[in-house]
């Protein structure tokens, strides 16, 4: 089942896509339980590691390490402006 959807970063990742119901428990793919009909949530929060070894590849996916990036991030509102 898995094997069709489309490959992508974060909250679709096979793990970040399991869901969890809030009601009844129920494990499946869907926000909404198939079972119940309640509200499901991520069954599991995405792991983390600083030894994260795919690091580097995913700044050059997001186009961290290109000059222009930087100017791409929001900035916060200066204090003269509140």
Same mark, same amino acid.
């Given at each position: &089942? ?5 490959? @992508?970063? %974060?909250?679709? &990742?096979?793990? @970040? &896509?399991? @869901? ?10 869907? =926000? =909404?339980?198939?079972?119940? %009909?309640?509200?499901? @949530? ?5 792991? +983390? ?18 000059? %222009? +990036?930087?100017? =791409? ?10």
């Amino acid at each position: &089942m898995l094997a069709g959807l489309h490959r @992508q970063r %974060g909250s679709e &990742m096979a793990r @970040q &896509m399991m @869901q969890k119901c809030k009601d009844c428990g129920y494990h499946s793919l869907s =926000t =909404t339980c198939p079972k119940c %009909g309640g509200v499901s @949530q991520a069954a599991a929060p995405i792991k +983390w590691s600083p030894e994260d070894k795919r690091a580097h590849l995913r700044r050059k996916l997001d186009g961290v390490e290109d000059s %222009g +990036w930087a100017e =791409t991030l929001p900035t916060l509102a200066s204090s003269e402006e509140e």
